[in-house]
């Protein structure tokens, strides 16, 4: 593999792991419409996981954005 398509690689992971970042984001904002849940732990856990994940999913991109530009 030679070095021009690593930094390809890399670009496009980082650009995957933006639109799965994206995606956790915005089903914070979706998912209580869709999940009516009576009880208000439930809810605010899976919104916390889906934080955690967007965060965790845009410092991966991040990462490979910055291997990119090497």
Not at 4 to 27: P, R
């Amino acid at each position: 593999m030679s070095v021009g398509n690593s930094q390809k690689q890399f670009d496009v992971l980082g650009d995957l792991f933006t639109n799965l970042s994206a995606g956790w984001f915005g089903s914070i904002l979706i998912f209580p419409g869709i999940y009516r849940s009576d009880d208000p732990a439930t809810l605010l856990r899976i919104l916390l996981i889906n934080v955690a994940f967007g965060i965790l999913s845009l410092q991966i991109a991040f990462r490979l954005k910055e291997q990119s530009n090497e």
